[in-house]
């Protein structure tokens, strides 16, 4: 007897939707048949048995919604071993189809990577309806109410139209706006994200998406050499309002190539803003902010919040101001510095931190340029202490800036050195035990939050 | 200028038949006296700049135009207002020929306030959205994306504008520019690139760098038409420039001018050009040179003696000395200035 279980499409993928059953009870299979489909909000498969056998049960109904990763799905009579089905896979992406969905064993898809906590924050949305959307909506959300409001602003970039998004970000917008605003490019990132920026010269604005900022690597000449920097050189006469966006640094299991976080690369460079926000909340109002700013915006999203849901206003022109920062849990006992998905990670930290008589505040920069010092500088005075966390390498990187300047700016209120919770100083290893000691963690946080208030 | 070209085109109208490429060609006085005038511009102007470079006057990079001005010149009389110009860093020529004020070109070149970038430019990076000028790029084939983008604009509002994207050799062998190629037949965009081939990216000759060397064939893989241009004669360069216009225009997409030209110069004020002999600069010089070509035509014609020749040649000498000047005594930008223009402030 085999269990035959829920597959994933992709390296991040925890629940899909069981579509259809192409079998009954009672029908014989081979290897290799159809049995059903899978559906997530990025992609879709086929189920293929991979033993012979009748089928003995159905074990979750057709049409059912959220059936995690690796849970039975059917029943399978006849003596073969446990092995889920080889998914018939199209990949959602480049960036998936570099990881490895066909896995051959049974594996935590979640692999290094925390649930994340959606955190409400009554205080700022007082007197707002709010609901619950994923920021991969809100991202959306965001896009379709600015191009609404705007016909200048419009999007470029691989499989945004007809794909509906490699990541399914710009869902339903080629049927909203057309393809003259949703345009499909070759892959080509030095060539359409120049395009773009030349286009942005000429007074349109637009949304350039980096199926991942991995591969914006081959368009970094433009973002920094032409749109960053032709404002200044001309004298102040040539704009280019554009966002160039996309997920940024590791999602699960995809390595080194396709993991790294490139805040403190675009963070450096002046002309250039960096946003890099942490719940849908932010991802949709940040995300206004910068397709209206009329400076070149660097929008950093993280593929493994995509799926989250968080609170979000509702039936308002919801826009976050660039250049502030958001304390998002209170305490006096240390300050935890971070942003993007790493944020996700110090309220799980200071959970633990609270156990054990830290109060911890964590500040969600939200902003990296340019950077709300003045918010971390203030927690800092309160707790006297501060740990930074971010997803990128340690060198140069966000968190030596974030304490530089607290050095500058508030040494004599530090009770302790600073530390810096970072990547390891390696490319990203593929192997999950090795991925997992990469990365920052919980426990990496607690570790330096204890060092720094001497516990 | 710009009234100039209103006023020319003004005549053509006048005389429909003049519309044929043959009869263009032949030129009629004002047209070739106003090329002359302004290839002359060019190249006093240059020369003037290396002078104001020898002594000092003028930093880092400086890229000499002298040799190529019927390029600019040709191609600036086949556009129309509102058609947009963007190349790479060798642009002084191209921003004289938009119409651009020589003083506040030569200024950006000294590094003053008075300059097109108020002198946070320099030599290789000046713009001027008036004159539909997009830079003044230092990065070797970027504008060539750029373009394309700025094209992508035109046909975005469908206000019949033509980007005309300028490169080099050298640029010719950027993979961007294959990128950009492949964008602009795909979709239809209303560019023109015009390919000033002057033999030589920096020192490396077309032949050590280009497995094809005939660079209009460069097209040919993404269906875009192109064609080889005596860039030593306005006239024809004018002409092709016309009908490549006339089909991005057109809505039928990208077009490719080969320019045949040659630099007079090194490739910039510190390339002593040891790559090439004095033969090789001298001959051009003397059986090519364009501004030498029209100089003969209007003799030819009919259309100038000597004197009247000699009292442009006397215009433009003073246009250039008064920049020079200008450029000499304005002052360095103040130093509030270095913090300025970094962003665009956000209206609130």
């Given at each position: 007897?085999?269990?035959?279980?829920?597959?994933?499409?992709?390296?991040?993928?925890?629940?899909?939707?069981?579509?259809?059953?192409?079998?009954?009870?009672?029908?014989?299979?081979?290897?290799?048949?159809?049995?059903?489909?899978?559906?997530?909000?990025?992609?879709?498969?086929?189920?293929?048995?991979?033993?012979?056998?009748?089928?003995?049960?159905?074990?979750?109904?057709?049409?059912?919604?959220?059936?995690?990763?690796?849970?039975?799905?059917?029943?399978?009579?006849?003596?073969?071993?446990?092995?889920?089905?080889?998914?018939?896979?199209?990949?959602?992406?480049?960036?998936?189809?570099?990881?490895?969905?066909?896995?051959?064993?049974?594996?935590?898809?979640?692999?290094?990577?925390?649930?994340?906590?959606?955190?409400?924050?009554?205080?700022?949305?007082?007197?707002?309806?709010?609901?619950?959307?994923?920021?991969?909506?809100?991202?959306?959300?965001?896009?379709?109410?600015?191009?609404?409001?705007?016909?200048?602003?419009?999007?470029?970039?691989?499989?945004?139209?007809?794909?509906?998004?490699?990541?399914?970000?710009?869902?339903?917008?080629?049927?909203?706006?057309?393809?003259?605003?949703?345009?499909?490019?070759?892959?080509?990132?030095?060539?359409?994200?120049?395009?773009?920026?030349?286009?942005?010269?000429?007074?349109?604005?637009?949304?350039?998406?980096?199926?991942?900022?991995?591969?914006?690597?081959?368009?970094?000449?433009?973002?920094?050499?032409?749109?960053?920097?032709?404002?200044?050189?001309?004298?102040?006469?040539?704009?280019?309002?554009?966002?160039?966006?996309?997920?940024?640094?590791?999602?699960?299991?995809?390595?080194?190539?396709?993991?790294?976080?490139?805040?403190?690369?675009?963070?450096?460079?002046?002309?250039?803003?960096?946003?890099?926000?942490?719940?849908?909340?932010?991802?949709?109002?940040?995300?206004?902010?910068?397709?209206?700013?009329?400076?070149?915006?660097?929008?950093?999203?993280?593929?493994?919040?995509?799926?989250?849901?968080?609170?979000?206003?509702?039936?308002?022109?919801?826009?976050?101001?660039?250049?502030?920062?958001?304390?998002?849990?209170?305490?006096?006992?240390?300050?935890?510095?971070?942003?993007?998905?790493?944020?996700?990670?110090?309220?799980?930290?200071?959970?633990?931190?609270?156990?054990?008589?830290?109060?911890?505040?964590?500040?969600?920069?939200?902003?990296?340029?340019?950077?709300?010092?003045?918010?971390?500088?203030?927690?800092?005075?309160?707790?006297?202490?501060?740990?930074?966390?971010?997803?990128?390498?340690?060198?140069?990187?966000v968190g030596a800036e974030v304490c530089a300047r607290v050095v500058e700016l508030a040494f004599d209120y530090l009770d302790a050195p600073p530390m810096r919770v970072h990547q390891e100083d390696v490319p990203l290893p593929y192997a999950a035990n090795?991925?997992?000691?990469?990365?920052?963690?919980?426990?990496?946080?607690?570790?330096?939050?204890?060092?720094?208030?001497?516990? | 200028?710009?009234?100039?070209?209103?006023?020319?085109?003004?005549?053509?109208?006048?005389?429909?038949?003049?519309?044929?490429?043959?009869?263009?060609?032949?030129?009629?006085?004002?047209?070739?006296?106003?090329?002359?005038?302004?290839?002359?511009?060019?190249?006093?102007?240059?020369?003037?700049?290396?002078?104001?470079?020898?002594?000092?006057?003028?930093?880092?990079?400086?890229?000499?135009?002298?040799?190529?001005?019927?390029?600019?010149?040709?191609?600036?009389?086949?556009?129309?207002?509102?058609?947009?110009?963007?190349?790479?860093?060798?642009?002084?020529?191209?921003?004289?020929?938009?119409?651009?004020?020589?003083?506040?070109?030569?200024?950006?070149?000294?590094?003053?306030?008075?300059?097109?970038?108020?002198?946070?430019?320099?030599?290789?990076?000046?713009?001027?959205?008036?004159?539909?000028?997009?830079?003044?790029?230092?990065?070797?084939?970027?504008?060539?994306?750029?373009?394309?983008?700025?094209?992508?604009?035109?046909?975005?509002?469908?206000?019949?504008?033509?980007?005309?994207?300028?490169?080099?050799?050298?640029?010719?062998?950027?993979?961007?520019?294959?990128?950009?190629?492949?964008?602009?037949?795909?979709?239809?965009?209303?560019?023109?690139?015009?390919?000033?081939?002057?033999?030589?990216?920096?020192?490396?000759?077309?032949?050590?760098?280009?497995?094809?060397?005939?660079?209009?064939?460069?097209?040919?893989?993404?269906?875009?038409?192109?064609?080889?241009?005596?860039?030593?004669d306005v006239l024809a360069v004018k002409a092709a420039a016309e009908k490549a216009a006339e089909h991005a225009r057109s809505g039928k997409g990208p077009y490719i001018l080969e320019m045949k030209t040659y630099r007079y110069r090194g490739h910039s004020?510190?390339?002593?050009?040891?790559?090439?002999?004095?033969?090789?600069?001298?001959?051009?010089r003397k059986t090519r040179d364009p501004i030498d070509h029209i100089e003969e035509l209007l003799e030819k014609k009919g259309f100038a003696d000597e004197a009247a020749l000699k009292a442009i040649d006397a215009q433009v000498k003073r246009i250039v000395?008064?920049?020079?000047?200008?450029?000499?005594?304005?002052?360095?930008?103040?130093?509030?200035?270095?913090?300025?223009?970094?962003?665009?402030?956000?209206?609130?």
């Amino acid at each position: 007897m085999t269990d035959v279980l829920m597959p994933a499409l992709s390296p991040t993928m925890e629940e899909g939707t069981l579509a259809k059953w192409h079998v009954k009870v009672g029908d014989a299979v081979k290897s290799g048949d159809v049995i059903a489909e899978i559906e997530t909000d990025k992609a879709t498969m086929e189920v293929e048995a991979v033993d012979e056998g009748r089928i003995e049960a159905l074990l979750v109904p057709e049409g059912t919604q959220d059936v995690k990763v690796n849970t039975p799905i059917a029943r399978l009579s006849g003596e073969t071993s446990v092995t889920p089905p080889t998914p018939n896979f199209e990949p959602a992406s480049r960036a998936e189809a570099s990881g490895d969905p066909r896995r051959s064993t049974p594996a935590p898809v979640a692999g290094p990577v925390a649930v994340c906590l959606p955190v409400a924050d009554p205080e700022l949305y007082a007197g707002v309806n709010l609901v619950k959307i994923t920021v991969r909506d809100a991202l959306r959300d965001a896009m379709a109410e600015e191009m609404r409001h705007d016909p200048d602003v419009f999007l470029m970039g691989e499989e945004v139209a007809q794909y509906q998004g490699a990541y399914k970000v710009s869902r339903d917008l080629l049927q909203e706006f057309g393809d003259k605003r949703v345009v499909d490019t070759p892959i080509t990132e030095y060539g359409f994200a120049g395009l773009g920026t030349g286009a942005a010269m000429a007074g349109l604005k637009p949304i350039v998406e980096f199926m991942t900022f991995n591969f914006a690597m081959q368009a970094i000449d433009h973002i920094i050499n032409s749109a960053a920097k032709t404002l200044y050189m001309s004298g102040g006469q040539i704009r280019a309002s554009i966002v160039f966006r996309g997920p940024n640094g590791a999602a699960s299991r995809v390595g080194a190539q396709h993991s790294q976080d490139y805040a403190s690369w675009y963070g450096h460079v002046p002309g250039l803003k960096v946003l890099a926000p942490y719940d849908a909340a932010d991802a949709k109002g940040l995300l206004k902010a910068a397709i209206r700013d009329p400076n070149p915006v660097v929008f950093l999203e993280h593929e493994m919040l995509y799926g989250t849901e968080f609170d979000v206003p509702e039936g308002i022109d919801w826009v976050v101001p660039i250049g502030k920062a958001k304390v998002r849990r209170e305490g006096t006992g240390v300050t935890l510095v971070s942003y993007s998905r790493m944020v996700g990670l110090c309220l799980q930290a200071a959970e633990k931190l609270a156990e054990e008589g830290i109060e911890a505040e964590v500040v969600d920069l939200r902003t990296l340029r340019p950077m709300d010092i003045a918010t971390v500088v203030a927690s800092v005075k309160k707790t006297n202490r501060l740990v930074t966390v971010e997803e990128g390498w340690g060198p140069m990187g966000v968190g030596a800036e974030v304490c530089a300047r607290v050095v500058e700016l508030a040494f004599d209120y530090l009770d302790a050195p600073p530390m810096r919770v970072h990547q390891e100083d390696v490319p990203l290893p593929y192997a999950a035990n090795l991925e997992l000691l990469s990365l920052p963690s919980i426990e990496k946080i607690v570790k330096a939050a204890k060092i720094v208030s001497y516990k | 200028m710009a009234r100039e070209q209103t006023g020319e085109a003004g005549r053509r109208k006048a005389n429909a038949a003049a519309a044929k490429p043959d009869m263009v060609a032949a030129g009629g006085s004002d047209e070739l006296l106003k090329y002359y005038r302004d290839m002359l511009l060019i190249r006093r102007f240059e020369e003037r700049a290396g002078q104001l470079y020898g002594m000092g006057l003028i930093g880092g990079f400086c890229h000499l135009y002298i040799g190529q001005e019927a390029i600019a010149v040709g191609v600036q009389a086949a556009q129309k207002p509102g058609d947009q110009v963007i190349t790479g860093y060798r642009e002084h020529g191209h921003m004289l020929a938009c119409g651009m004020d020589p003083k506040e070109v030569m200024a950006e070149l000294t590094g003053r306030a008075s300059g097109s970038s108020r002198g946070k430019g320099g030599s290789m990076h000046m713009f001027s959205t008036e004159a539909g000028f997009y830079g003044g790029h230092g990065i070797v084939g970027a504008q060539v994306s750029l373009g394309t983008g700025i094209a992508f604009a035109n046909r975005y509002r469908n206000d019949k504008k033509v980007c005309f994207t300028y490169f080099g050799d050298g640029a010719a062998n950027q993979g961007q520019v294959y990128e950009s190629f492949n964008m602009a037949e795909l979709w239809d965009l209303p560019v023109v690139y015009v390919i000033e081939n002057n033999q030589y990216a920096m020192g490396t000759s077309i032949d050590r760098s280009s497995a094809e060397t005939h660079l209009y064939k460069r097209g040919a893989s993404f269906r875009i038409p192109g064609e080889e241009v005596d860039g030593m004669d306005v006239l024809a360069v004018k002409a092709a420039a016309e009908k490549a216009a006339e089909h991005a225009r057109s809505g039928k997409g990208p077009y490719i001018l080969e320019m045949k030209t040659y630099r007079y110069r090194g490739h910039s004020m510190s390339d002593p050009a040891k790559y090439r002999t004095r033969d090789e600069v001298d001959e051009v010089r003397k059986t090519r040179d364009p501004i030498d070509h029209i100089e003969e035509l209007l003799e030819k014609k009919g259309f100038a003696d000597e004197a009247a020749l000699k009292a442009i040649d006397a215009q433009v000498k003073r246009i250039v000395a008064d920049a020079a000047e200008f450029a000499r005594t304005s002052p360095e930008p103040d130093p509030s200035e270095l913090y300025t223009d970094v962003y665009t402030e956000v209206a609130v």
